[in-house]
């Protein structure tokens, strides 16, 4: 099946944002497991032109695999219209070129993103994505990321397993959250998989309100103002999110103020106010023009 909305397939999956590792690649197609009405549901993607091709294996039909398929890979959104909506600005009309085909990448399990964009923080992508990728692979099945109530039972680190396990050697300890290269992260995650088994229904964040919703993933230890705007905008699809860091700060600082010493937080609010419901995607697209284009180069 063939959904007709222009799509970068590769550029999407790889472009580090932090709902989820990339999908499995093999002869160009690429493979992932989701959970569907609790039905595991075999996903496979391909680009055909400038369209996406999918496929799938699974207890659902065909409207529900292609909503599915639409959802986690934006495909509603009108790439064409925010197109126009560049080129209508003298900073930003340059990057369509750049990022050309380049579509949000949508978590299909929020909670994998939660922990994903947890592990990002001050972490490199190929580490990050290995990380959760080890984490599907140890502590759950069929590569489906473990819920918060199976991941709030994963020892922290060896020292933790090796008391509760009683076990006789300590290097033999490896069912465990720092053994996946989180480090300093591990007490985080599983903290969040507490919050949502016991206190928050991680579903109940969509239905919020965008300032309530950031106010509630703030609570989250680990999460920052950066962290909680990916969260929710790869997690749950708040396209009003403009998740800042000190490399957004620079390409807006250099694009907007004439490289003046502009806040994090300003440049967070400016974000939000000047590009409003295209916020998050403006976001998206600055930080990728800002490495092909060299500006990243220019403005260290």
């Known amino acids: 099946m063939i959904i007709k909305a222009p799509i970068n397939l590769e550029l999407t999956q790889m472009s580090g944002q932090t709902s989820q590792p990339p999908w499995s690649k093999n002869n160009n197609i690429y493979s992932n497991n989701i959970l569907i009405n609790n039905e595991l549901v075999e996903f496979q993607v391909k680009q055909n032109n400038e369209f996406l091709e999918y496929d799938f294996k699974g207890n659902i039909n065909e409207k529900e695999a292609e909503s599915r398929i639409k959802y986690i890979f934006d495909l509603d959104f009108n790439l064409n219209k925010f197109y126009k909506y560049l080129d209508n600005h003298d900073e930003l009309?340059?990057?369509?070129?750049?990022?050309?085909?380049?579509?949000l990448f949508l978590a299909s399990n929020p909670f994998e993103c939660i922990i994903s964009s947890i592990c990002s923080a001050n972490n490199s992508i190929k580490r990050w994505t290995k990380s959760i990728s080890d984490i599907k692979e140890k502590f759950s099945e069929n590569n489906i990321f473990?819920?918060?109530?199976?991941?709030?039972?994963?020892?922290?680190?060896?020292?933790e397993e090796y008391d509760k396990t009683n076990s006789n050697d300590i290097h033999k300890c490896t069912n465990n959250l720092k053994e996946c290269g989180v480090g300093y992260r591990a007490p985080y995650m599983r903290r969040a998989s507490e919050i949502f088994t016991l206190e928050i229904d991680v579903l109940e964040i969509s239905k919020m309100k965008y300032e309530e919703a950031y106010e509630t993933i703030l609570k989250i230890?680990?999460?920052?103002?950066?962290?909680?705007?990916?969260?929710?905008?790869?997690?749950?699809?708040?396209?009003?999110?403009?998740?800042?860091?000190?490399?957004?700060?620079?390409?807006?600082?250099?694009l907007?103020?004439?490289?003046?010493?502009?806040?994090?937080?300003?440049?967070?609010?400016?974000?939000?106010?000047?590009?409003?419901?295209?916020?998050?995607?403006?976001?998206?697209?600055?930080f990728h023009y800002a490495r092909m284009s060299g500006l990243m180069k220019k403005i260290k």
Not at 96 to 102: A, D, E, H, K, V
Not at 151 to 157: C, E, N, P, S
Not at 240 to 245: E, G, K, L, R, S
């Open 256 to 286: 907007y103020f004439e490289g003046a010493d502009i806040s994090v937080g300003k440049v967070r609010e400016f974000g939000m106010e000047e590009f409003k419901d295209n916020a998050g995607y403006v976001q998206l697209y600055l």
């Open 221 to 254: 230890p680990g999460v920052g103002p950066k962290v909680a705007d990916c969260i929710l905008l790869y997690g749950f699809n708040f396209k009003q999110a403009f998740p800042t860091d000190i490399w957004i700060k620079r390409i807006i600082s250099h």
């Open 93 to 103: 009309c340059e990057m369509s070129r750049f990022c050309n085909g380049l579509r």
């Open 146 to 159: 473990p819920s918060p109530q199976t991941l709030q039972k994963v020892y922290i680190d060896s020292d």
